[in-house]
T-cell receptor
Framework: GAVVSQHPSWVICKSGTSVKIECRSL??????MFWYRQFPKQSLMLMAT?????????EQGVEKDKFLINHASLTLSTLTVTSAHPEDSSFYIC?????????FGQGTRLTVV | ELKVEQNPLFLSMQEGKNYTIYCNYS?????LYWYRQDPGKSLESLFV?????AVKQEGRLMASLDTKARLSTLHITAAVHDLSATYFC???????????FGTGTRLKVLA
């Protein structure tokens, strides 16, 4: 299956700052990637679909101006959490679609202090 | 709106026992996936179920899919402590690879 790498694995930032998370598809060209968020002891929630060369599609209730997604190449999508607040602290996971299933990155633990 | 429910949410069981986790979903889908998640980690793929009647087994775990009943099961046979984790089912939205995840089942196997 596809190898998906996220960076960083964890990050701590101050409230009000912005944080960028990278998702790379190492061996597969991905026109579409997906971003999920998981709060502690909860399930994963789909945030948005990242489309190579075009605007991302956001799920209902996800603020597009707060969670900026850029998918400039077939192997890289980035998620920028702008003006982060403690309530944005979460586990962010990206995925890449394969032939029969999606492949998930190792996740990024964001803590906003 | 597609909803995916799992039960039980929490499961504490003795080693050597058998149990089944259920995953119900609210709309038509032919693709269902099972994942394992350890604390602080991402998802580990367990099973990919792509058609009605699909049954797959790996070690002490067996998964099945009934698309007509909109139900998938994950059966645990002779549980061991190493199976302690959170298990998620996920349903693909119309073949888009966008997944709706179930609520998760936190399994604890007691020695």
């Amino acid at each position: 299956g596809a190898v998906v790498s996220q960076h960083p694995s964890w990050v701590i930032c101050k409230s009000g700052t912005s944080v960028k998370i990278e998702c790379r598809s190492l061996d597969f060209q991905a026109t579409t990637m997906f971003w999920y968020r998981q709060f502690p002891k909860q399930s994963l929630m789909l945030m948005a679909t990242s489309n190579e060369g075009s605007k991302a599609t956001y799920e209902q209730g996800v603020e597009k101006d707060k969670f900026l997604i850029n998918h400039a190449s077939l192997t890289l999508s980035t998620l920028t959490v702008t003006s982060a607040h403690p309530e944005d602290s979460s586990f962010y996971i990206c995925s890449v679609s394969g032939n029969t299933e999606a492949f998930f990155g190792q996740g990024t633990r964001l803590t906003v202090v | 709106e597609l909803k995916v429910e799992q039960n039980p949410l929490f499961l504490s069981m003795q080693e050597g026992k058998n149990y089944t986790i259920y995953c119900n979903y609210s709309t038509t889908s032919d693709r269902l996936y099972w994942y394992r998640q350890d604390p602080g980690k991402s998802l580990e793929s367990l099973f990919v179920l792509l058609s009605n009647g699909a049954v797959k087994q790996e070690g002490r775990l067996m998964a099945s899919l009934d698309t007509k009943a909109r139900l998938s099961t994950l059966h645990i046979t002779a549980a061991v402590h190493d199976l302690s984790a959170t298990y998620f089912c996920a349903v693909d939205i119309k073949g888009t690879y966008k997944y709706i995840f179930g609520t998760g089942t936190r399994l604890k196997v007691l020695a």
